[in-house]
């Protein structure tokens, strides 16, 4: 009985219990999740404002992300009341992508620096389109350019997070196991150390002529 418990805690320690990196990956999901929905709600809210209706037609949301061909092809500059627009529009989002950012960094900080990347180059074609020197048209080109060549290097390092933690979730388990194949053997060393200490006794019986004893 003594062994089966031993065996039971050791199988326990080796394979039961999560590791690191899966609580790790985890809560990479979890914290992405919810991030990526308050993100939504957030500039969601700000797109909501009535004064920003005039431009509302022109702006990707993280819902509809694509542009649709009548903004690809848009060959109109926008008027200095749209630009004025764009402008108020684009600080009312600062403040859900500061959020974003730091939610991001907590979780995944290797994806910050692309983000910031992608959010820097996204703001030098608002600041080209808010100073009228690109039409609505090249700005959405210009924009979806960016995304899409941005999108591989999001890809690689999300699979280079993965791998990660993939391979600290076997490091562990190969710990764990050495850790449970240690206490086994220390176990089943003591087992023989209590056997071999143990009094031993010697019974005798006699049949007759003859007397057989046995020591256990």
Not at 38 to 56: D, E, F, G, H, R
Not at 84 to 98: G, R, T
Not at 173 to 195: C, F, G, T, V
Request: with cysteine; glycine share 0%; proline share 5%.
């Amino acid at each position: 009985m003594r062994m089966l418990m031993l065996c039971l805690v050791a199988v326990s320690l080796a394979a039961c219990t999560a590791t690191a990196a899966q609580q790790e990956s985890q809560k990479i999901a979890q914290v992405s999740q919810v991030s990526m929905n308050n993100l939504k709600a957030c500039i969601q809210a700000a797109n909501s404002k009535p004064q920003y209706l005039p431009i509302i037609r022109h702006i990707t949301t993280p819902d509809n992300p694509d542009y649709r061909m009548a903004e690809l092809t848009d060959d109109t500059k926008p008027t200095k009341a749209e630009a004025k627009l764009l402008m108020a529009l684009h600080d009312d989002k600062i403040p859900c992508k500061k959020v974003a950012m730091d939610e991001m960094w907590s979780v995944t900080p290797s994806l910050v620096p692309i983000m910031n990347n992608l959010m820097t180059r996204r703001d030098e074609v608002m600041l080209r389109l808010v100073k009228r020197q690109l039409t609505w048209g090249q700005a959405a080109q210009e924009d979806q350019r960016i995304v899409a060549e941005m999108m591989p290097q999001f890809a690689a390092a999300s699979v280079q997070i993965k791998r990660d933690l993939d391979n600290a979730h076997q490091t562990e388990l190969a710990q764990r196991q050495a850790e449970s194949d240690a206490m086994m053997q220390w176990y089943m060393q003591q087992e023989m150390i209590r056997a071999m200490n143990r009094p031993q006794r010697t019974r005798c019986h006699t049949h007759g002529p003859r007397t057989d004893c046995v020591t256990k």
